[in-house]
């Protein structure tokens, strides 16, 4: 007799918000960046290590899927806004880490900046489904 698994549902949502602008190396660029910070700070979102037939291991990657949506500039700013005010964890990226070439500078230019007038071009966040829903408001899934 053959046990059928019943689908994973998950209470959570890992989304990221792209500005529609940008340009594709710069849409993965941004994505990659923008989750790499998710799993240091909330573990619970990686799941196991990987190993093939062989018994070659792989790292392990989230437990569940990465929604990525885009919207405008202003959209970003109030997704912003809406994930702070929810207390959510948040990953941005901004139009100047393009012109950085490390970490510190990285930082640097964000640090130099007051989170109204930040230049976003996109973020990330986790956070229970509803609330991520409503803090990616009219933002629309990437193509």
């Known amino acids: ?50 190993a093939d037939a062989d018994d070659t291991t792989y790292l ?4 569940q899927p990465v929604l990525v949506f885009q919207g405008s500039g202003e959209l970003l700013a109030s997704a912003n806004a809406r994930a702070v005010g929810r207390g ?10 393009f012109a950085t070439g490390n970490d510190r500078d990285n ?5 130099g900046v007051r989170r109204e007038r930040l230049d976003l071009v996109g973020l990330a966040v986790h956070g229970p489904r509803n609330v991520v ?11």
């Not at 930082?107 to 640090?111: C, D, G, K, S």
């Not at 829903?133 to 990437?142: I, L, P």
């Open 1 to 50: 007799m053959e046990t059928q698994l019943a689908p994973v549902r998950f209470d959570t949502k890992i989304a990221v918000l792209l500005r529609a602008d940008l340009a594709v190396w710069q849409r993965l660029n941004v994505t990659a960046f923008l989750v790499s910070g998710l799993g240091t700070r909330i573990p619970e979102v990686i799941g196991e290590p990987y």
């Open 133 to 143: 829903d409503k803090v990616f408001k009219g933002a629309e899934m990437h193509p």
């Open 107 to 111: 930082r640097a230019a964000v640090r």
């Open 88 to 97: 959510l964890p948040v990953a941005v990226f901004t139009a100047d880490l």
């Open 60 to 63: 392990p990657m989230f437990r």
